[in-house]
């Protein structure tokens, strides 16, 4: 399995497998970070726009690039969050929009464990941070806990064995918090903090 056979074409089953969870993920995020308003933010990896949806209801940003490699997500984004603060572009971590240190906040929600080399990208963020400036990213608990999706794989593989390799939970175990810490630090960044954060996923 590769980063690869990941398909981020269909916005709208996004939206309704993740986006219902991503959405208040991304806003619990967002008031952790408490960021100060009047930034300039970049969203790297957006896909239908959870984030940069939190960022604006909640941060009272400046101005916020977001980028995902997927034109469609781009797209479904663009159509679904219509904010003049807001702008669009098809990128992904490798190909960053902006020039070096041209924001204040860079985050990226979900993306990291799909990314084929995640502390280049976090050093091609980083790039893009003014002095001082925030980073900051977030993946799901994938080996313990995020219970919606082992109910989902595990129904899946029992219903058809042959998914087993796709399941996210086998995948991406390894994405702990100390595993994000030492990316951060790994980058070169200083006052690195990983905390685990929660929402209620509600039937
Ligand atoms: C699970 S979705 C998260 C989307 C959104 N941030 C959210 O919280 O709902 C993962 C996203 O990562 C994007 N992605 C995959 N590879 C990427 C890369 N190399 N750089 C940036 N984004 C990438 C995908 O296109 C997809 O939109």
């Known amino acids: 399995m590769t980063t690869s056979d990941d398909n981020w074409t269909a916005g709208d089953a996004y939206e309704s497998y993740m986006g219902r969870w991503s959405r208040p993920l991304a806003r619990t995020f967002v008031s952790w970070l408490s960021s100060p308003p009047g930034a300039n933010w970049l969203d790297v990896g957006c896909g239908t726009g959870a984030l940069t949806c939190a960022i604006c209801e909640l941060a009272e940003p400046a101005s916020v690039v977001a980028c995902d490699p997927s034109e469609s997500f781009v797209v479904h984004a663009r159509k679904a969050l219509r904010d003049g603060r807001v702008s669009f572009v098809v990128a992904g971590a490798e190909d960053l929009p902006g020039g070096p240190g041209a924001f204040d906040c860079v985050a990226s929600g979900l993306v990291l464990n799909f990314v084929a080399d995640p502390a280049r990208a976090i050093g091609l963020m980083g790039g893009r941070l003014r002095r001082s400036g ?53 980058a070169g960044l200083c006052h690195v903090a990983a905390e685990i954060l929660e929402i209620l996923t509600r039937f």
């Open 134 to 186: 925030t980073l900051a990213a977030y993946v799901w608990d994938y080996g313990d806990g995020i219970e919606f999706l082992r109910c989902f794989w595990d129904e899946a593989v029992a219903l058809d064995s042959t998914v087993a390799d796709l399941d996210e939970g086998r995948r991406f175990s390894l994405w702990q918090p100390e595993i994000l810490n030492s990316l951060f630090v790994g």
